[in-house]
């Protein structure tokens, strides 16, 4: 089986699929609900491990890099719920994906362009607000940069995860995988 791409699906892409649609997960975000609380759990997760990067890096704190490696094994499960709620929509290869996904895929990268521009809109207006009032600002500009870059890495998982839609089962014959396994055996 061929997609829009015209190349067959590689072991990788059959294997990457398979993990992203295994349905253990499912009862962590099987309605919107438990799913909005994933994305905002994760978004806290990030926060504070961003802030503990911070405190390690710039202040040379060491109890910020304990509680930041404590923090990475909840944040990893966290991204595994969330990207499984979303069937892997930004892990998988455009070519593993259906006409449905690929098409859903290009409204989160719109969606999280468009957040992620207000995110620094509101940066610029806070700096430049804080500047007008006398702050210095030297010593800020690493921390909001570095902030700026996690929220731009991670808007479109955030996004994806918000707006995933519950989905039907599949059938048999609507597996990619199985579809692309029976005709490269061909």
């Known amino acids: 089986m061929t997609t829009s791409d015209?190349?067959?699906?590689?072991?990788?892409?059959?294997?990457?699929?398979?993990l992203m649609n295994?349905?253990?997960?499912?009862?962590?975000?099987?309605?919107?609900?438990?799913?909005?609380?994933?994305?905002?759990?994760?978004?806290?997760?990030?926060?504070?491990?961003?802030?503990?990067?911070?405190?390690?890096?710039?202040?040379?704190?060491?109890?910020?890099?304990?509680?930041?490696?404590?923090?990475?094994?909840?944040?990893?499960?966290?991204?595994?719920?969330?990207?499984?709620?979303?069937?892997?929509?930004?892990?998988?290869?455009?070519?593993?994906?259906?006409?449905?996904?690929?098409?859903?895929?290009?409204?989160?990268?719109?969606?999280?362009?468009?957040a992620m521009l207000w995110v620094l809109l509101a940066a610029t207006v806070g700096s430049g607000a804080a500047a007008l009032s006398g702050l210095e600002l030297k010593g800020l500009v690493f921390p909001v940069l570095f902030s700026a870059f996690v929220v731009h890495w991670l808007m479109p998982l955030w996004v994806a995860g918000l707006t995933a839609r519950d989905e039907p089962d599949l059938d048999e014959d609507d597996d990619i995988v199985e579809v692309a396994g029976a005709a490269g055996a061909a």
């Open 22 to 114: 295994r349905r253990e997960a499912a009862p962590f975000h099987a309605t919107a609900a438990r799913r909005r609380a994933w994305v905002v759990g994760h978004i806290a997760l990030t926060a504070v491990s961003a802030v503990a990067w911070l405190f390690a890096v710039v202040g040379d704190e060491r109890w910020a890099t304990w509680t930041m490696l404590g923090l990475l094994l909840p944040w990893c499960f966290a991204t595994g719920v969330i990207n499984s709620s979303t069937r892997g929509l930004l892990e998988l290869r455009v070519r593993a994906l259906d006409e449905r996904q690929r098409a859903e895929r290009v409204r989160v990268a719109a969606v999280a362009h468009r």
């Open 6 to 18: 015209q190349r067959p699906l590689t072991n990788y892409d059959r294997r990457m699929y398979r």
